[in-house]
């Protein structure tokens, strides 16, 4: 790249899209002074029901709706792509790829899904896919994995990677509000989607997490196959009895050295007050990383939104304008591609603590059958409460087990409700003991 | 560098420099797998006095204390500069970068004494100097602002930096010990020297804001030309007191752009409870980073330690063999030797709020006398707390100011205290308002 000026061309320009056209023409000498050549957008490809949204700012004549005049710009070093989920863009991705642009995404459901594949096809070519906005928004977590943590064998993450979530949960446990409640004011505050279903299910978190492990543990794994529990579910009388034992509930989405294996799982988790991660409030992501030789590290910032996700769009831009990434790409072998294949840990072999919530008939005995399923299940008690009493003849009772296996701890739930001195499902709340 | 190994020379094999042989020996394999060639440390250069400190890993045969057998080993493509301090050390990395040997170094006062000139000095010869180490050990700060938040115009960076400090502050402020009390322990656990000048002055934390600061602002600036105030004057009441008013006492370096100068110090604040960096705990480092486009990021970890730095090191090591540094080095236009000069606000200059406390003589009037001799400085007061009696006839006052100018402020203060009605010296401990 010895031009003066290095072509880009977008794909999709939605919320992201429309910070990153902002970024590149407020700041252009900005980051002309930083790379001694200018970045020029030559070309925006967006759907015809698209043409008129958030495109304002899109100078006269590059923006277009025709997938061939977009692809045959000249002079088009850098494609990003901004259009989200899969079919119609993988195909632009490949194309991209093929014709030797350089690939900047943002789409974690493409890469969980088909990153080996794409990375495999950008060596072919000759050319790189960055990726930093597709996990933790204007957090520079892959940066951090990529290069400054370089010198690490990875032991675990332990993050926060969906700002909805965070939000419904910190005005859950701060404010004393139900889900339905936080959820309203969330969608009200457009931190929430009319439909919540890809956040509140934890699969957002889950694809990416997908992408985060594949670069810290070389696991190739599609979203769909980690291990994700939503925060639907959840009641705010769980929430208020574990804040009295000293925890705080997050959505965290966990990636852990387990041997040779690695276990992933995005689930609702009761962690220490103490903990750094607790602090992290509202719409924020965060990610606790823990290398060998580092110890706990954590990233923190805003995990989506207009300016924060196109600073990480941007900012990869840059990476392979100077051809920093271009070089690391090609010599480090650190990517989906290239690693060896890492067996994941299956769904019933997952460990943690657990807090549970029965609703159990007041008479005597019932807590004995309760435990002594558990027990059965190798799960043992370590605290029992019966923390408040309930007005009909049903009282709620709950309980801290020890470290157990998921597997045995979702057979031996579902035998507990099945008894007949049991009233409802049982709650469940993994509780995670975060390294030292 | 096409060959199958990297050979790397160490100077200085101290608590960071045993981190570093235990890393490259330890790691071989992964490194290698990473790289795709192998690190060999070739040379380990030792004064006399150390020859038998730490040195126990060292390969036979490679140690040295004859800096003509170091510079004349062959094959040694990384120069790792622990030595620490300038004088001889300084001879040794120019010697290193003018015979084209790639520097990697934990030397914040080399830096931010001589960094331009050595940077200069590196790219006339075709290499590169790499410096994670130098500031927040562990955490791959320097990263971040090289490569994650390169889409950004920094806006401001509230750091702390002396894991020192923030252990002796810590035990302080949540345990209610004294500062000498705070210290001893400190001491004893093995967080702070046996003379702890360095650390407790604030003269640590100003070198690193001012490596920090050289990448984020292009400021050339040397330690000593950053403000700094210690922590060894701090008293416990003071902090009783603020904590009262929802304020916890940090020593922060901060590094924040006034329209076109930057503005850099070092001091205790107090900043609110419900800041992030107020939970940053005994000897952990942090760095809030505010990137115009990103917002507020942070950065956590262990900013020293044998191997949270020699973690940074190694890193550093890595990204200069894959050659992606090296491009770094040469295209992105960020670096100490290249930046336009960019001026600092003079000391007097500095704005914020502040907490006062003066020994008051009981009578009227006395207050009117203090707050006049503010009014006259242009200094607004907002609160005023005569938070507890004293057994004499002095009575401490606490006041808060809106922001005003650090020179008028100290000018003030020197008023105030030659007036017969107040005892001693006032404390005076800045507010900090972090930015949203």
């Not at 574990?242 to 509930?249: K, R």
């Not at 831009?317 to 920093?324: C, D, K, P, S």
């Not at 807590?367 to 009909?392: F, N, Y």
């Amino acid at each position: 790249m010895a031009t003066s000026s290095i072509g880009i061309g977008l794909i999709g320009c939605g919320t992201v899209g429309s910070g990153v056209v902002k970024l590149l023409l407020e700041q252009a000498e900005l980051y002309a002074q930083r790379l001694g050549k200018r970045l020029e957008l030559r070309r925006v490809l967006v759907r015809e029901k698209d043409l008129h949204y958030k495109t304002e700012q899109v100078p006269p004549g590059i923006l277009t709706t025709d997938a061939e005049t977009f692809f045959a710009t000249p002079d088009m070093a850098i494609v990003v792509e901004l259009g989200g989920g899969r079919g119609p863009i993988s195909q632009f991705v490949r194309r991209a790829l093929a014709a030797k642009k350089n690939v900047v995404t943002a789409n974690k459901a493409l890469l969980a899904a088909e990153g080996p594949e794409l990375f495999a096809l950008a060596r072919q070519h000759g050319v790189t896919i960055s990726f930093e906005a597709s996990c933790g928004g204007g957090i520079p977590c892959l940066t951090a994995l990529e290069f400054g943590l370089m010198a690490n064998r990875i032991d675990g993450i332990y993050s926060i990677l969906n700002g909805t979530c965070n939000y419904i949960l910190t005005e859950m446990s701060q404010q004393g509000k139900s889900y339905a409640a936080a959820l309203k004011e969330a969608q009200e505050k457009g931190y929430a989607e009319a439909d919540p279903t890809l956040d509140v299910s934890g699969k957002d978190a889950a694809a990416k997490l997908a992408v985060v492990a594949s670069l810290a543990f070389g696991v190739q794994a599609t979203g769909d196959q980690v291990w994700a529990e939503g925060i639907d579910k959840l009641e705010l009388t769980d929430i208020k009895a574990a804040a009295e034992l000293g925890y705080d509930i997050k959505l965290l989405a966990i990636a852990e050295r387990r041997d040779s294996r690695i276990s992933l799982r995005v689930h609702p988790s009761f962690i220490s007050k103490d903990q750094l991660l607790a602090q992290v409030h509202g719409s924020f992501n965060a990610l606790s990383i823990y290398g060998h030789a580092t110890g706990h590290t954590m990233y923190y910032g805003r995990g989506a939104g207009m300016m924060p996700t196109a600073s990480a769009v941007v900012s990869d831009i840059l990476n392979v304008a100077t051809g920093m990434y271009g070089v690391a790409f090609r010599e480090l072998r650190i990517w989906p591609d290239q690693q060896p294949p890492v067996q994941l840990v299956p769904s019933d072999e997952l460990q943690s603590r657990a807090y549970l919530r029965i609703n159990a008939k007041d008479q005597p005995g019932v807590i004995a059958q309760v435990t002594s399923i558990l027990g059965e299940a190798g799960i043992s008690v370590s605290a029992l409460m019966q923390h408040e009493m309930a007005a009909d003849q049903f009282v709620p009772v709950a309980l801290i087990t020890h470290q157990c296996r998921q597997g045995s701890l979702l057979a031996a739930l579902k035998k507990i409700e099945a008894l007949p001195v049991i009233n409802g499902k049982p709650a469940v709340i993994r509780i995670v003991d975060l390294p030292k």
